[in-house]
């Protein structure tokens, strides 16, 4: 021990080496099952073995005589079929997906063939169109799993901690011989720690939670509701006291803003929600110049247009779904009350189109598809109305070349799905990439980066989409059509893609923050909605969204920094100020926008006694985790470890026979020395 303290290392450092920057699955739940991975509370300790072919994973299930293992698969093998083999072989304790450079080939998708198919707009009829025509052909459903074991992501910034595993452990000591022959001890085992508090279901995680906070004197939840902020942006700032919107009279763009992914930090959602979201944010910016805005201010076809960004939406539609309810409980975007300075509420019945926007690379073919809901377009007049606007899309297409879907086939999983199960006299279409099923080859992956949809034409051809939804939007409001020299500004959509998909500390975001971005260089901000408690809006993404819509739609106010964020504007519930760009060299500045948040939380969580079992809102719960830790180090074979703990016991008790012999016989064995004569 003292010469341990000498060198300054723990036994612990010199048994075990620790693996950084892992990725962790972890667990959720919604009415009526668990999905997702726990390791047990003390960690899981399995053998490493390396499966990257058929017959090295028919190996393990047939041979491997050193049960239980820690499997380390390459991207391309960490797919459904192969996982679940693995699990109901009872042979292994966890996993490891080791991460390239390269994206993986082929296509990779853990969501459903047919994402959120329980909780959308086709229950009864055309609910089996997507079985025989799948959105998502690519699904294979690994993300709804449940999994008894831990599953862990090593990513392609710690690739040297893949050399580790790989070389210095696998190939050095666990490598069955070129015979099949099973490699002898020692062997690189590895703990995995990645323990759930959550179990079963939320209905059962919510009580047990209510339970522990009673009864437990150090309280804690075993669940979150999944939930964050819905940003919107009235173009138009409009007060109650002008009296109450027309119905029929507001056009809504919308975007996603969420993906999913089975690992913690790892869902960047580059098609899945970047693209759409960086379409939206230049539709915001081109309807809020000057001269757009005054003309659609002073036109009679609409009372506003509102720009919209939903969140949650890959869990059942959590964002829309809990917009639709507010709007239906006259709560959307606040509850009325005495403040003279206050929005008008707006309902269901005020929407006059709803146009959303989907994933829109270009995936090597630049059509872009119009589709909309059969069910509703049997209505007549609704079904004109949506021409319409298909009609006005393809007159301003300009380089694009947009297509209709034939009006029989479905909509594709999109948020207007929620307002139209509760309204279906709502006129709206979805534009998005894809005629049939997804040209997104990683919907709702982790592969789902820029390395996904990086093209030299991907800027102009999302700025070709945002010219040709404002300028429709423009006709639609003013009955005019869009100076051919209004054009999306191309330099925002390619920062705005850079701070989404490469750099979330880029310099427009630290202009935005003020110099205060707080992540590190190159971090790229995970698209996933994440658990609801806390200020969502302090989220890394949606504060910085926020802040960047603000930017693109707000005015600025000649006032200072206090101002600005002070007590004047804090009644006023119509505009908000935002203050950015302060640096050592700048003061800052102070825009004034229409800006707000409002809440992503299903309406499940808020109502009282709610019905578990009807389906009706989601009920998404994440489960609460202390740590994530994966550490590997050499363990010997049972033998030798009885042999060593036996011959230590033996040891022992030989130690303890002959110091109480030695304290009885002292007299004898150690003799009074005879005294020494003094002279």
């Not at 612990?12 to 920057?21: D, R």
């Not at 698969?73 to 042979?91: A, Q």
């Not at 920094?561 to 500045?589: F, H, L, P, V």
Request: with cysteine.
């Amino acid at each position: 021990m003292f010469l341990i303290g000498v060198n300054g290392d723990r036994i612990t450092e010199k048994i075990y080496h620790k693996i950084e920057g892992g990725f962790s699955c972890f667990r959720r739940l919604n009415a009526t099952h668990q999905i997702g991975c726990s390791s047990s509370s003390s960690g899981d300790v399995g053998v490493v073995h390396f499966i990257d072919n058929e017959k090295s994973l028919n190996w393990l299930i047939d041979v491997g005589p050193h049960a239980p293992y820690v499997v380390m698969l390459p991207p391309n093998f960490f797919k459904r079929n192969n996982v679940l083999r693995l699990k109901y072989s009872n042979k292994i304790s966890g996993i490891l997906v080791l991460n390239g450079t390269d994206a993986p080939t082929g296509s990779i998708s853990n969501d459903l063939s047919c994402p959120n198919k329980y909780s959308g707009l086709y229950q009864d009829e055309l609910s089996s169109y997507c079985d025989s025509k799948p959105w998502n052909p690519n699904g294979d459903g690994l993300l709804f799993e449940d999994l008894d074991f831990p599953v862990f992501f090593i990513n392609e910034n710690r690739v040297n901690e893949s050399s580790v595993l790989l070389d210095d452990c696998y190939y050095k000591f666990n490598e069955p011989s070129s015979e099949g022959n099973p490699p002898s001890y020692p062997l690189c085992s590895v703990e995995l720690k990645a323990f759930m508090w959550a179990s079963v279901d939320t209905p059962t995680c919510l009580r047990r939670g209510r339970l522990n906070m009673l009864f437990n004197p150090q309280p804690s939840e075993y669940c979150d509701p999944l939930g964050s902020v819905n940003i919107y942006a009235p173009l138009l700032a409009q007060n109650k006291s002008e009296g109450p919107i027309n119905n029929d009279s507001v056009i809504f763009i919308s975007a996603r803003m969420d993906s999913a992914s089975m690992f913690d930090g790892m869902s960047t959602g580059a098609d899945t929600a970047i693209t759409g979201m960086a379409t939206l944010i230049a539709v915001t910016e081109m309807l809020n110049r000057n001269e757009v805005r005054d003309d659609i201010a002073s036109a009679d076809e609409v009372d506003n247009i509102v720009l919209v960004l939903l969140n949650g939406e890959s869990f059942d539609y959590i964002g829309s779904s809990r917009m639709v309810y507010d709007m239906m409980n006259q709560k959307f975007p606040f509850p009325l009350s005495d403040n003279p300075s206050q929005s008008p509420l707006l309902s269901l019945e005020h929407i006059k189109y709803w146009i959303e926007l989907g994933s829109l690379a270009d995936h090597g073919d630049s059509t872009v598809y119009l589709h909309s809901d059969p069910i509703s377009t049997n209505d007549s007049f609704i079904d004109a109305q949506v021409s319409e606007v298909m009609d006005k899309l393809i007159k301003n297409q300009g380089n694009l070349r947009l297509e209709k879907v034939d009006k029989s086939v479905p909509l594709p999983p999109a948020s207007l799905q929620s307002f139209l199960k509760k309204d279906p006299s709502i006129p709206g279409l979805l534009i998005s990439n894809h005629k049939e099923a997804f040209t997104n080859k990683f919907y709702n992956n982790e592969w789902d980066t820029y390395r996904s949809i990086d093209s030299e034409k991907l800027v102009q051809h999302l700025a070709d989409v945002a010219r040709t939804v404002s300028a429709t939007a423009y006709e639609l409001a003013t009955s005019k059509s869009l100076d051919d020299t209004i054009v999306a500004n191309q330099t925002l959509i390619r920062d705005t893609l850079e701070c989404y998909l490469s750099n979330g500390n880029c310099t427009l975001f630290n202009w935005l923050l003020n110099g205060k971005s707080g992540v590190p260089t190159n971090t790229i901000l995970p698209t996933y909605v994440g658990v609801s408690h806390g200020d969502n809006a302090y989220k890394p993404l949606p504060i910085r969204t926020r802040y960047l819509m603000a930017y693109v739609s707000g005015q600025q106010v000649s006032v200072n920094k206090t101002e600005c964020t002070g007590s004047t504007y804090n009644g006023n519930e119509i505009y908000q100020n935002y203050w950015m760009g302060e640096s050592e060299e700048e003061n800052g500045t102070c825009f004034q926008s229409t800006v707000k948040a409002s809440n992503a939380v299903s309406p499940a969580f808020i109502i009282e006694d709610y019905d578990w079992s009807s389906g009706e809102y989601p009920s998404w719960t994440e489960s609460r985790w202390e740590t994530f830790s994966t550490r590997i180090f050499l363990q010997a074979s049972t033998t030798q470890e009885v042999t060593v703990f036996v011959t230590g016991l033996i040891v022992f008790l030989l130690s303890i026979v002959i110091t109480y012999w030695t304290s009885v016989k002292v007299d004898v064995i150690f003799r009074n020395s005879p005294e020494i004569a003094v002279c």
